[in-house]
């Protein structure tokens, strides 16, 4: 079952969990500050859809950390820093357990979960 990682007052994700419902593709959402996120499952979302997809870097958390922190970010870093705070990764992230993960709630991504949803 495709698990969705976001976070409850996204307006993104709220978007998103209303187009999987009329869509009729049966889903469950992880709420990454409620439930939190484990490094391991950080570091397998950056593999597949890649750090810098994945750190997002538009919201008050990336605008509020320390520029040492954010400057010249490694992948490492950044893993960890997600980690650290579930806020600064790209919401919300498709998960449908076969190791791909899809980040992100335009036509491309919802292209990508459809065919992964096998419609």
């Not at 976001?6 to 709220?14: A, H, V």
């Not at 994945?54 to 992948?75: H, I, Y």
């Amino acid at each position: 079952m495709l698990t969705v990682y976001g976070l409850k007052n996204c307006d993104t994700c709220r978007k998103a969990l209303k187009w999987l419902e009329a869509e009729g593709i049966p889903h469950r959402f992880h709420d990454l500050r409620a439930d939190g996120i484990k490094l391991a499952e950080v570091k397998r979302f950056a593999k597949s859809a890649g750090w810098e997809t994945l750190l997002n870097k538009a919201g008050t958390t990336w605008r509020g950390l320390p520029d040492t922190q954010k400057a010249d970010v490694s992948e490492v870093e950044a893993v960890v820093l997600m980690a650290e705070h579930p806020a600064l990764i790209k919401r919300p992230v498709f998960d449908f357990g076969k190791g791909e993960v899809v980040a992100g709630f335009r036509d491309p991504q919802k292209e990508a979960v459809l065919k992964a949803a096998g419609k």
